[in-house]
């Protein structure tokens, strides 16, 4: 996370890590959907870490559209029997 903003923003902070993904995300479902992610340390763990079901569902979607679907498909978990 912290490379992110380093690689993308010039510093190697949370802070600039976070407008990083907030720009990629903005640039992919607008900036209404982008704003509704809270992102904290970048773990995913975090308690203050959140977003809207409406901006996931575009997050998606974008997903869906991308040419890296068939890969991004083909790391998620099957029900009842990946973990």
Not at 1 to 29: C, K, M, N, Y
Request: proline fraction near 4%.
């Amino acid at each position: 996370f912290l490379t992110l903003g380093h690689t993308q923003r010039g510093s190697g902070t949370p802070e600039a890590a976070r407008q990083a993904v907030g720009d990629w995300l903005a640039a992919r479902i607008g900036a209404e959907q982008a704003a509704a992610f809270v992102i904290d340390n970048g773990s995913g763990l975090a308690r203050e870490s959140r977003g809207t079901a409406r901006a996931l569902a575009a997050l998606l979607q974008v997903a869906w559209g991308s040419p890296a679907m068939g890969e991004f498909l083909a790391s998620l978990p099957v029900a009842g029997s990946d973990g």
